[in-house]
Structure formats: structure tokens, C-alpha cells
DNA sequence: GCGTAACCCTACGCACGAGTAGGTATGCTC
DNA sequence: GAGCATACCTACTCGTGCGTAGGGTTACGC
């Protein structure tokens, strides 16, 4: 009822802009380690520094903040890999390259990365959206290996494409999870490892070389 | 207060077995589509065509409750992949089986699926009970390469062998949240369509061939 | 130097959902 | 057929946490 008094404010008055952030980093933190629901909007607002009617006035409602959340985090991915792998190379090196740029912001960024892969796949209001971000990864793959094929005269079908490009970034995806859980790993060393499995096979696919189940 | 008319009841007397498949039938499908905090108790039970307190009566906690999903899923998936993959056939014909059961289990269990692969990560209590059974699945695929190599006469490290075989893993189980996803694929050819990009690949690195990163 | 907008707070209302109290009916045993 | 365990219910309590009402203080334009 009665407001501080007024003599040090223990605050300081920051530009929306600058809270913003804040807010933004608090709630990734704390949505990547207790999940969507067992976040709390008082635990968020603490962890801003901040109290919670000011969360609500930039930033809505917990649903929109868990939106705004993925929106920077997974803009930010997109934008680390899109800007490393330059469309015109030859498919193994954008693919090195790619992968790189992708380990290196799981490395830098293990809060943001747990948010958009463990936490945001269950919950279903966010799933839909999750699904389109990395729906534009796989086609990217899919367009990368497809690119590759057609310079060697071959093609295959789009369902296949489109299942082996998942299989990778899903491959990918774990791998990085498994980094996120390992502070100690190296992530270049990480990409290496990754490359070795995902261009080893593929190379082989790209050669027209594909296994058969066996008789029975 | 005063109970239902003692005229007919309209729900039958099932023994507790009976009644607590349904449950977590119930249970799993509810958390499957909602997640574990999104879920009521309530609803389940509703579900279940059961009244809540028998689900507290014979299951415990909503925690306790998703652990046993979590148990009887998993078990069930860890039996279906176990019975399939005889320990002394060569490696190639083991990770087929293997898939083949995998992917067949996925198919026809895509609740119990998502429930495992979906909700558990993220959840704080549920993420270390599922990274145990996930560890012990990379240990077995590790094993299995780990076995190849020997008997080529070649060893590599514990953690690059750990490492691509948790690439495999997330591989897999990303195509099976794409199957989950499309009920019309077909898990046997989704299978065919892991093992070319599994196999393919780990046979090249079985025969030592390697991926470097290029200079620069 | 005064209005007004931007920043920021404390302290609630209210709904939803986990878990329980307390009681009824049915079948099984002896 | 009396006793007892089991199966099952309706109707609560109570904590937790989202979202807001209502109000205070600093800066900035004019």
C-alpha cells in the first residue's frame, strides 16, 4: 500500500529496449531449466530484476514471452547458420560450414538451444512453430543434397530427400544435445565428429550406393 | 453428499489390473497430446472412465503417475528392440533388426512414443530417468561398432565411438518422431530408409576412412 | 517550471487443479 | 449371512501462480 520511501531508489530506470533484453534473458534461463509450465512469472521477474507488472507491460502474457523467447533464439540460430554457409560452395563445405557455425551457437548459447529443443516440442501451442523453423532446416538440407545429386546426373525421390535431411538434422539436433550437457566438449571438435557420420553417408548416397534389406 | 440412487450402477466392478491398464492408457494418451503440467488429473481420469481417487487409490501422485507411463512405455520399447536384435549376428544385420523393431514399436505405440521422446526431456524430475534409458540404448549401438572395429583389427576412442553413436540414436529417433507424425508412412521402409543413411555411413567409418575439416 | 509520458512498485482477486475426507455398494470367505 | 476387503463415488480444501488495480517517481519536451 505504501510505497517505498522515498529516499535511495535501489533501482535504476532503464530504456524498454534494455529491460527488455533482460526480461528476455531471464526467461530463456529460467524456461530452459524448469520447462514452460513449471516456470513461474515471479521467478522470471526476480531473475530480471525486475517486478512482474513491468514483464506484463513489455512483454504480455506468459504465452507471448515464451513466444518472444523462441522467436530471438531460434532468429539467432537461423542467422549464426545462414551466415556461414554460403550458398555457392560445393555441398561438403557448405555442409562443414553449416554445421560449424550450428555448434558453435549450441556451444554459446546451451539456455537458448535446451528452450527451443527440450522445451518448446511438447508444449503444443509452440510446437506448430518449432516445426516450421526447422522444416526450413530440413528443406535447406534437402535443397543442399538435391543440389549436389543433380550436378552428378542423378535424382531421387522427395520423400526420400526430405527423410534423409531429417534424419541428419536430427542427428545433428542430438548431437548438440549431447554438447549442452557437456560444458567441457569442444564444439568444433564436436562439428568434426558429426561431419565424419553425416558426409561419410551421405557421400555414399550422392554416389547412387544405397543398402537393401536382405531376403526373408 | 448423498450418493448416486441404489438402482443400477452404471459402471462395472473391474479388478484392479484391469482398471489400471486403462488408467495408464489413459494417462499416456492424455500426456502424450498435452504434456505433463498441461494435463489434469481430472482429465485422465475422465478418460479413463474412472473417478480420480481410484487413480490416487492405485497409481499415487500425478508424478508417480507419469513415472509408471514412463515405465511401462519404455519397457515395452527397450523388449520390443531387445527381442529383435540377437547379440551374435553380424552388426549390419543386428542394426536392421533393431530399426525394424524400433520403428515397427513407434508405429504402432505413437503415444507412448511421444510421451517418452516429447514430454520427459524437458521435464526436470522425468529428464535423468530417460537419459538412463537413452544412455543405455547409446551403449549398446556403441558396443555394436565397438565390436565391428575389433574385428577388423582397429579401435577408436570410447568417446568418438559414444559420440557417433549418440548421432545415430538422435538420427533414429528423429525419423521416428517424423513417422509418429505420418500416419501413413510405413515403418518398415522408414526403417529401410534409417539403415541407408546409418549404415552407409558407419560402414565408411568402420573401414577407416575419415572426414577432416580443410585447412584454414 | 510544469504537464505528460515513461518507468516502476506493492498488493491484491480469482481460477484452476492436486490431493483428500468420508461414505456406499458389491462380492468373497468361512 | 456376518464380516471384511475391495471397488467405487461425490464433494470438498487449499495452495499456487497468472494477471491486474491502483498508485508513485523520474525524465523530458516546451
Known sequence: MLAR????????????AVREQQMLDAAVKVFSRRGFHASSMDEIADDAGISKPMVYAYLGTKEELF??????????????????????LPADERLWRGLRAFFGFVGAHRDGWAVLYRQARGEQPFAAELATMRGRLVEVVAGMLDHALRAKGREVGATDLEVVAYALVGATESLADWLADHPEADPEKTATRMMNVAWLGADQLLRGITWHPPAG
Open 5 to 16: 520511501v522515498s529516499s535511495t531508489p535501489t533501482f535504476k530506470r532503464l530504456p524498454r
Open 67 to 88: 513466444v518472444a523467447c523462441l522467436h530471438r533464439e531460434g532468429t539467432r540460430m537461423m542467422e549464426a547458420i545462414a551466415g556461414a554457409a554460403a550458398p555457392d
